[in-house]
């Protein structure tokens, strides 16, 4: 099955999400479905991850998945740095271990809804918090932050918990050392700052958020906010705001 067969399942597991803009604010809303959360742990110093890469550069043709790329710093080793590793994401891929399945850190990783897919390049199979929203997200933006409102349904989780993401668009390298020396990489959805949530009763709340630095002259940036739940880490709602 081709990513674009790929894109397109994923896209049907989610809802519409709606987005308006105004001048100075830019605001969006949940749809009535689950929105797929796909996290890819990837480097520039892993010849298997440009396939990987570019599937995922894929689904920007789907504005209803959330796209999170983490660029892991355990192959920096081999002679060239990526610049979007940190050791925080490769510590995240080996906490989230315990959620997704996954026996051992690898790259390139694809996570769908919580759940390790080593087939993400064939067909995705569904997931358990496939189906109608159990919580309701808005963000807006007014120019010095983000505020959400999140609201649970009835049979949302006890407990909820969250975490921000912050993704550029448009990254290009060109790799000179390590297994993809010669190579021209592009990179979307590249994760520059993860800001977790702690948890709370499942009931209505309000977060705020305010991104780390202005966006960069041409690398569309998103603010993503993913609810999961607490218990099992597993995500139940997420948005994106594109503005």
């Known amino acids: 099955m ?17 987005l308006a803009q105004a ?3 830019c605001s969006a ?39 999170l790329a983490f660029h892991v710093n355990y192959w920096d080793r081999l002679g060239w740095r990526d610049r ?9 891929q080996g906490e989230q271990q315990a959620v997704n399945g996954a026996r051992y850190n690898y790259t390139p990783q694809v996570v769908v809804q919580g759940v390790d897919r080593r087939d993400w390049y064939a067909r995705p199979q569904p997931t358990s918090v496939e189906g ?15 505020t959400a409102q999140v ?12 975490y921000w993401a912050v993704t550029e668009d448009g990254h290009r390298s060109a790799v000179t050392a390590g297994e993809n020396a010669g190579e021209k990489l592009v990179h979307d959805y590249v994760v520059r700052e993860l800001v977790p949530v702690p948890a709370w009763d499942g009931v209505s709340t309000t977060l705020k958020f305010e ?7 041409g690398h569309p940036r998103a603010v993503n906010l993913v609810v999961t739940d607490a218990a099992t880490g597993r995500p139940v709602q997420a948005l994106r705001l594109p503005c």
């Open 29 to 67: 809303r949940s749809g009535e479905q689950v929105t797929p959360v796909v996290e890819l742990y990837t480097s520039e110093g892993c010849s298997s991850c440009p396939p990987a890469d570019r599937w995922l550069s894929t689904l920007k043709r789907e504005p209803s998945v959330v796209a």
């Open 132 to 146: 109608r929203a159990l919580v309701d997200i808005t963000l807006a933006a007014d120019g010095r932050g983000i």
């Open 151 to 162: 609201r649970s349904r009835a049979g949302a989780p006890a407990r909820l918990a969250a």
């Open 211 to 217: 991104p780390a630095g202005a966006a960069q002259a």
């Open 23 to 25: 001048a100075g604010q």
């Open 84 to 92: 979007f590793a940190t050791p925080a994401f490769t510590q995240r």
């Open 2 to 18: 081709t990513p674009r067969t790929l894109a397109a399942t994923l896209l049907s597991l989610s809802a519409p999400l709606a």
